[in-house]
């Protein structure tokens, strides 16, 4: 396979190109590249430009339809604003039916676009005015209370009520629109629904509720608003040739349409609203199928969204922009439009570019062959005077062209001939000499540069190492001694329990017998028993005694736990029990880990596998097991701050230490807390010397660098980190279970 390869790159090496080629088919190629990469460029610009300039035409309407719904969707709500006020001075009196209903209808001649204008009061009365009624215009309608019927008058010019038209059961504080006003306590809408006696037309309710001095519900004004002037204001808007403006509710129900479709439709006798799921226009369910599968959720649409899908085989851009008000109302404007509007000319213009650089293309070939040959001519007889000089020839004849470049080159061919092989020696040692100087300059930087870095890392690691050494230095002196202190008191009260217990013993057998042989002991004596009540004072007197020796006996082992986790007397390498050294710190900060007024006990869960006793630096190692420790408890608590007792019950503060064997030769242990997590950018430089994100004062940021060192130059082992933001933080080290006897003592 090798022989297959070698022979077919000495194949490709030993092919030479003729000089026509050379000179046509670059040619060729870079008028065919210029060709195709400018009939590429102007169909994506145009393209571009396409796609520009619908959006921006889709934001313009966007921008036109959101400034109408503004202005168009705040008057009911002013007109309610307006009446709560007249309620206020008097001018609308609640219980006068009849006068309010003329004051609603001569609001409903002053606003078309209402087809209800009225309030209804908490006992079901109320009054307003509105063009609802099939066959009327203005109709007046009074509700006297209770369980009676809702009646509508026709008016005279005035306002007066002429002629009861129709009358039906109904109870306002029943309906929907009542109840939710009521509920909210506040200015709404309340539904949108087909409006009854009008021809594909839906109707918003805006609501306000009505309250006395004393802040008492008396009832709702209710504004019935057209909706079919929003559609009228769409189809007045210039798109493009073919776009269309929809506007729909989150659940997809139509609102308003650009073109003439229809929005309700009857169903078993009543009216119901068109979603543009289900609409009859195939266009309109094509557009809702290209938002659904860009955005499955119309809620989820919280910002304008800009989409292409295809559709019959043109791409159709649409455009999606929520609009909201203050009262409740969350709609979407989709505004569509073909891109076939936008694309006939552009690819009239394509064609003709692209005939026209076809065209150039052919012309240049054919140029390109004629200069070529008329090149090549000299070109070639220079070539056959070359080898004749090659050969050793040199009476060759000067070759002459009309083109005085190749006539110079002729010229001056037979000066190379002799001037070449003294310059390429020369160029030679000059070359050879320049790469000596600069292999050798590059080397002396290369090696300062690796020496810079190295002692500058060695610098931090000193700095660390003097820091941390007089720290741990002092503190192991301090806990020592401390230790040695508390141990000499401790000693001589735990080693005089013994006694004090024997003789109290003895003493209480003593005053048995006095009992037995004294039945009848002097009054004095009988006073003072029965004073010091002595069957308790011998009860509780051992207790005491027991107590004391607990005590004792817990100072011992905290003493102990001080002098094994300072370690001062095991500086070299020993072969010691990681159990106990985690026991040992977990002891030194029990009062951490203790409940406080403000957060929980922390949960100390021991996972402890079968281990070895381990060669290692005891001291150090507990050292580690310390600074890892007191970061969980550190993020643990920082995790709880802040938070209820209820929210720390259900996520209560946990840390777990588990021990294993690993591979027979390594021991791993591992501490996992439920604490806050470290962050991405911050978990790359936890092991940087003198990184912290305490507080000053706090922290140092040498624990984690320490250890480390501790952990992996000084065991040769690993230690690593895998954290979530929120959810904890895992350490996990990993040491040989012998070390090497050539391993020195190093200084922390």
Same mark, same amino acid.
């Given at each position: 396979m090798s022989l297959f390869w070698k022979h077919l790159t000495e194949c490709r090496l030993d092919y030479r190109a003729p000089l026509r080629a050379v000179l046509i088919v670059p040619f060729v190629l870079q008028i065919s590249v210029a060709v195709g990469l400018t009939g590429y460029l102007s169909l994506r610009n145009g393209q571009q430009a396409v796609n520009e300039l619908a959006q921006q035409l889709q934001r313009e309407v966007a921008e036109r339809v959101d400034q109408h719904l503004d202005t168009y969707l705040a008057l009911p709500h002013q007109i309610n604003q307006l009446n709560l006020d007249a309620i206020q001075q008097g001018i609308i009196d609640l219980k006068n039916l009849k006068s309010s209903g003329r004051y609603f209808w001569k609001q409903s001649q002053v606003f078309p676009q209402i087809s209800f204008v009225g309030y209804y009061l908490a006992d079901n009365a109320g009054s307003g005015a509105g063009r609802w009624l099939k066959g009327h215009d203005i109709v007046i309608t009074v509700h006297p209370g209770g369980t009676t019927k809702d009646k509508n008058y026709e008016a005279d010019n005035h306002g007066n009520i002429t002629k009861l038209v129709y009358q039906i059961d109904y109870q306002a504080t029943n309906d929907v629109w009542y109840v939710e006003t009521a509920k909210a306590a506040k200015p709404i809408w309340s539904r949108i629904y087909a409006a009854e006696g009008f021809n594909n037309y839906v109707t918003a309710s805006a609501n306000a509720p009505i309250y006395d001095q004393k802040s008492q519900l008396l009832g709702v004004l209710s504004i019935d608003l057209l909706l079919s002037d929003i559609s009228q204001f769409l189809q007045k808007i210039r798109v493009s040739a073919s776009g269309q403006v929809l506007i729909v509710e989150r659940d997809g129900k139509l609102i308003a349409s650009s073109g003439h479709q229809a929005l309700v439709f009857k169903k078993n006798g009543k009216l119901e609203r068109y979603s543009i799921s289900n609409h009859p226009n195939p266009f309109i369910r094509s557009i809702a199928q290209g938002i659904h599968q860009k955005f499955p959720v119309f809620g989820a649409i919280q910002s304008r969204k800009n989409f292409v899908f295809s559709l019959n085989g043109q791409q159709q851009y649409v455009q999606v922009t929520p609009w909201r008000d203050r009262f409740g109302l969350d709609w979407l404007i989709v505004v569509t439009m073909p891109e076939s509007d936008f694309m006939a000319q552009i690819n009239a213009n394509t064609r003709n570019t692209i005939v026209?650089?076809?065209?150039?293309?052919?012309?240049?070939?054919?140029?390109?062959?004629?200069?070529?040959?008329?090149?090549?001519?000299?070109?070639?007889?220079?070539?056959?005077?070359?080898?004749?000089?090659?050969?050793?020839?040199?009476?060759?004849?000067?070759?002459?062209?009309?083109?005085?470049?190749?006539?110079?080159?002729?010229?001056?061919?037979?000066?190379?001939?002799?001037?070449? /092989?003294?310059?390429?020696?020369?160029?030679?040692?000059?070359?050879?000499?320049?790469?000596?100087?600069?292999? /050798?300059?590059?080397?002396?930087?290369?090696?300062?540069?690796?020496?810079?870095?190295?002692?500058?890392?060695?610098?931090?690691?000193?700095?660390?190492?003097?820091?941390?050494?007089?720290?741990?230095?002092?503190?192991?002196?301090?806990?020592?001694?401390?230790?040695?202190?508390?141990?000499?008191?401790?000693?001589?009260?735990?080693?005089?329990?013994?006694?004090?217990?024997?003789?109290?013993?003895?003493? @209480?057998?003593?005053?048995?017998?006095?009992? /037995?042989? @004294?039945?009848?002991?002097?009054?004095?004596?009988?006073?003072?028993?029965?004073?010091?009540?002595?069957?308790?004072?011998?009860?509780?007197?051992?207790?005491?005694?027991?107590?004391? /020796?607990?005590?004792?006996?817990?100072?011992?082992?905290?003493?102990?736990?001080?002098?094994?986790?300072?370690?001062?007397?095991?500086?070299?390498?020993?072969?010691?029990?990681?159990?106990?050294?985690?026991?040992?710190?977990l002891l030194i900060l029990r009062h951490r880990l203790q409940a406080t007024a403000g957060s929980k006990a922390i949960e100390i869960i021991k996972d402890y596998g079968q281990l070895p006793l381990v060669e290692c630096y005891a001291g150090q190692l507990n050292q580690v097991f310390m600074n890892l420790l007191s970061n969980a408890i550190d993020a643990v608590e920082q995790s709880h701050s802040g938070k209820t007792w209820q929210e720390i019950e259900s996520y209560p503060p946990r840390i777990q230490i588990c021990t294993q064997l690993k591979n027979t030769n390594y021991v791993q242990v591992t501490i996992t807390d439920n604490g806050i997590g470290i962050p991405e950018q911050v978990r790359s430089r936890i092991f940087d010397p003198f990184f912290t994100t305490k507080p000053i004062g706090k922290g140092t940021g040498l624990g984690l660098s320490i250890s480390y060192q501790i952990i992996t130059q000084k065991h040769k082992g690993k230690l690593e980190c895998t954290s979530i933001s929120g959810q904890g933080t895992k350490f996990c080290i990993e040491i040989p279970i012998h070390q090497h006897s050539e391993q020195k003592f190093l200084i922390i």
């Open positions: 026209l650089c076809l065209s150039a293309l052919a012309t240049a070939t054919v140029f390109g062959i004629f200069t070529a040959d008329w090149i090549t001519r000299p070109i070639l007889a220079l070539h056959k005077s070359s080898k004749a000089i090659a050969q050793g020839d040199l009476a060759q004849p000067i070759i002459t062209s009309k083109i005085r470049e190749l006539e110079a080159l002729g010229q001056s061919f037979h000066l190379m001939a002799i001037q070449l /092989q003294t310059s390429f020696t020369a160029l030679e040692q000059i070359n050879t000499q320049l790469e000596e100087r600069v292999a /050798q300059r590059t080397q002396e930087l290369s090696d300062k540069n690796s020496q810079l870095n190295e002692t500058l890392a060695q610098l931090h690691r000193t700095q660390a190492q003097m820091i941390q050494a007089e720290k741990m230095s002092a503190l192991g002196q301090m806990v020592a001694g401390i230790a040695h202190e508390i141990n000499n008191p401790v000693n001589f009260i735990y080693g005089n329990l013994t006694h004090l217990n024997t003789y109290t013993q003895d003493l @209480m057998s003593l005053l048995e017998i006095y009992q /037995q042989y @004294m039945l009848n002991p002097p009054p004095a004596i009988e006073q003072k028993l029965n004073q010091i009540d002595l069957e308790f004072l011998t009860q509780d007197l051992n207790n005491l005694l027991h107590s004391m /020796q607990i005590g004792a006996e817990r100072i011992c082992e905290i003493v102990l736990s001080l002098r094994n986790f300072s370690r001062l007397d095991e500086a070299e390498i020993k072969t010691v029990d990681l159990h106990q050294g985690l026991d040992n710190t």
